[in-house]
């Protein structure tokens, strides 16, 4: 049999932080279950081999994710993660027929600013026990009202951002309500956010990337545990099963709707979510299946005398119900041959939104369904002294809509006065592909990154460039500078391409030319501070074409801003405008953000500001820039949590973030029996600023089947009430404000396995 030689170096993003952390575990025969001796485990930088009863240990690990490489004569090499301080259980899969030699060398390019760890942040005040939602606590993330969820970062919309889950493009991060994300805390290994500078590995949208990575189930025995709170139950197992490998599947479901219906409450919203995962992964890590879902619900029951509607026109409604729901059914696979690593990821999968409405006894409704069939892959390998990026990106996808409702007028003729019924259906092909190479100079100091990446947008058959370009200095005593340059592209909306509009010119995808300079600086071995200023230059966006019969500070328009306004920028991806656009808005975006980071063994925060401003041009209804609907010119988090003992943890958030902009009413004029408001200056005033103060307590029992955490996290703590919308009386001679939620304690009790 060869004697295998193995090197195992993987470096990550910069980072000199390197207390006495370890990661520890045991490697044994999948087949037999017996201690796999002299192994090589790497973990990082640091590497260890297995004693004669398997076990390992490699101490001196940085804080964070790692990634996890052994190799073993006779073995297949197994690829995974670990966190520091986790105590691993490994099984390699036996080669059949000798051994394989495998050299993995080379650096990895930097990675991307801001990622949290999923065991950093379960605790983190304010997150309602969702480690997702942690990303609302971020520099460069606009706060959306009553926390509806959606990521609008660095002066973007929340349509511009991209959320993926192990490769796999997901069409949203929360819940309805942004009240959960759409996989529960247990079954997320770590949690990434690039608010902008992307690479050209991804694509198709103009504002940042979050990537959520999963957790790989227990390759060792079966564990069960659970969540139980005020709002859902979740339930998650795992362990080795069939095809040897380890298996992970969870499911959670809110309760609103069944307590309203057990105990018969007439309630005006009845709210449901639900969602499940399912992910196998083989022994040797080469393969992964992974199938997951989400599944939303909102039912209003209207009273059409409440005048409390929180700046939004419900006249005469009766009732809505509104679903959403999405599936995805993907594989990865990952091989190495030498120093190239091959990774290919195909998916499948299906979306479906609905809206159905009453309104003066006439139903209206949206239904649109899509069908993506997606692959991404990319070969790494070194080059020229760094790595080669190759890969391919895009899919095939069947879009589908019906719509039973009043069309909006376009430009050659005004709006029907009857309901029309229109169907659409039509498959488009979206292709990308893309080139990255990284250059490592000056004794591996610098660090220089072009990449070019090339896409057919189906829908809009158009064809785009985008050149980026990344540099990273590493100075003396942990510093890091960084500057990047890019151009990003992003594809209109099906229900832009509405046949009732009889375009006659095309609807052309948007566009941005992004600019960042950043440093980081690590101090001492738990914590590190950074600073980033930013520029993006927008042209090419949707803006209305046609100017609505209603005014725009009675909710006529986007330029309405407040709470209408922002949110149909959180359901745009969804459902649409319902209105006639052109790609004819531009705008621009700037912002500083800082960020001070620490995290020990017994304090884990952050202090975040971001000074931001986002402006927007509509040349049909502004010859100026205007203020962007979720312009925020300063936004200040202060973040810690601390153990109190051994089992007792105690934390707080406070956030102050400036308010958003309105279009107010200058006076109504009488016009037979109703009163018509006369616009003021567009988007010319703002509401009052949101401040918040959360606080969470655990307590948790630590035994040897695991950890039992109670916990209280109690948010507005203060119960202050701040402004989120306008809304007038009949005549609009009086102004009041829609305040958000009061304080809200969520009580749970989670078991970890």
Do not use: C
């Not at 207390?19 to 090589?40: F, I, M, Y």
């Not at 931001?612 to 200040?636: A, E, F, M």
């Amino acid at each position: 049999m060869r004697r295998v030689l193995a090197t195992a170096i993987v470096l990550v993003a910069p980072s000199l932080a390197h207390a006495e952390r370890a990661v520890s575990g045991t490697v044994v025969d999948d087949a037999t279950g017996k201690p796999v001796v002299g192994a090589l485990v790497a973990a990082g930088t640091a590497e260890a081999a297995t004693d004669d009863a398997g076990k390992f240990a490699i101490t001196g690990t940085p804080f964070g994710r790692l990634e996890l490489i052994v190799i073993a004569e006779g073995y297949r090499a197994y690829f995974g993660a670990a966190r520091t301080g986790d105590e691993v259980a490994i099984r390699l899969t036996p080669e059949l027929g000798g051994g394989e030699v495998i050299h993995v060398s080379g650096q990895r390019p930097s990675g991307p600013p801001l990622h949290l760890d999923t065991q950093e942040i379960r605790n983190l005040p304010g997150a309602g026990n969702d480690a997702l939602r942690a990303l609302q606590s971020l520099p460069g993330v606009a706060r959306t009202p009553f926390g509806l969820g959606g990521l609008a970062l660095r002066g973007t919309a929340p349509r511009d951002t991209k959320v993926y889950l192990d490769g796999i493009e997901v069409p949203l991060l929360y819940h309805f309500g942004g009240i959960a994300s759409f996989v529960p805390t247990a079954a997320v290994d770590e949690l990434t956010l690039e608010p902008g500078g992307a690479s050209v590995r991804y694509g198709r949208g103009l504002g940042g990337v979050a990537v959520v990575t999963s957790r790989t189930g227990r390759g060792d025995e079966w564990r069960a545990g659970g969540e139980l709170s005020l709002i859902h139950a979740a339930a998650i197992a795992e362990g080795p099963g069939p095809l040897m490998g380890s298996w992970l599947v969870g499911v959670r479901r809110s309760y609103f709707d069944a307590i309203e219906d057990a105990a018969n409450l007439d309630l005006a919203l009845a709210p449901r979510y639900s969602d499940a995962q399912l992910r196998w992964e083989s022994g040797d890590g080469r393969w992964m299946v992974m199938l997951f879902g989400s599944d939303d619900k909102l039912r209003l029951l209207h009273d059409p005398t409440d005048t409390d509607t929180g700046g939004i026109n419900t006249s005469n409604v009766k009732s809505f119900e509104y679903t959403s729901q999405f599936a995805r059914l993907g594989v990865r696979y990952r091989a190495v041959s030498g120093a190239t690593q091959l990774t290919i990821v195909p998916s499948a999968g299906i979306d479906a939104v609905s809206a159905v409405a009453n309104q003066n006894d006439i139903d209206k409704g949206l239904h649109r369904t899509t069908i993506p069939l997606s692959l991404r892959a990319d070969v790494a390998t070194p080059l020229a002294g760094g790595t080669l990026l190759v890969g391919v990106d895009g899919g095939w996808s069947r879009f589908s809509y019906s719509m039973l409702n009043t069309p909006p007028p376009n430009p050659t003729s005004a709006a029907p006065t009857m309901v029309i019924q229109r169907d659409l259906a039509l498959w488009a092909a979206d292709v990308g592909a893309f080139v990255e190479q990284s250059w490592f100079l000056a004794g591996e100091r610098i660090e220089l990154r072009p990449g070019l990446r090339g896409d057919h947008f189906g829908l809009s058959d158009q064809w785009t460039l985008d050149p980026r370009l990344a540099l990273h200095e590493r100075l003396p005593y942990g510093i890091t500078l960084t500057q990047q340059i890019g151009m990003y592209h992003e594809p209109p909306l099906i229900t832009d391409l509405d046949p009732v509009f009889l375009r006659k010119t095309p609807m052309l995808g948007s566009k941005a030319i992004q600019y960042a300079v950043g440093a980081k600086a690590i101090i001492a071995d738990s914590s590190e501070v950074s600073a980033t200023a930013y520029y993006q230059d927008l042209s090419q966006l949707p803006v209305d074409a046609v100017s609505s019969a209603t005014p725009i500070s009675a909710n006529g328009a986007e330029e309405s801003g407040g709470l209408l306004g922002i949110s149909r920028e959180l359901v745009d991806t969804q459902f649409g405008s319902y209105s006639y656009r052109e790609a004819i808005g531009t705008g621009h975006a700037y912002g500083i953000e800082l960020i001070a980071r620490r995290n020990t063994g017994r304090w884990t925060g952050w202090i975040a500001y971001t000074y931001s401003r986002s402006w927007r041009r509509d040349p049909i209804r502004s010859p100026v820039d205007l203020p962007y609907v979720l312009d925020q010119p300063h936004s200040l988090t202060v973040l810690a949590t601390t153990a109190l003992g051994d089992s007792w943890r105690l934390g707080g958030r406070f956030r102050y973030t400036t308010g958003n902009p309105f279009t107010p009413v200058d006076h109504a004029v009488m016009n037979g029996s109703q009163y018509i408001a006369i616009d003021g200056p567009l988007l010319s005033e703002r509401l009052s600023a949101f401040v918040q103060l959360d606080l969470r307590l655990d307590h948790a029992w630590r035994r040897s089947w695991g950890t039992l955490d109670l916990y209280l996290d109690v948010q507005n703590v203060t119960n202050r009430d701040n402004p989120e919308g306008v809304t007038y009386n009949r005549d609009y001679s009086r102004r009041s404000y829609t305040t958000g939620l009061p304080v809200f304690p969520a009580i749970g009790v989670e078991y970890i396995p």
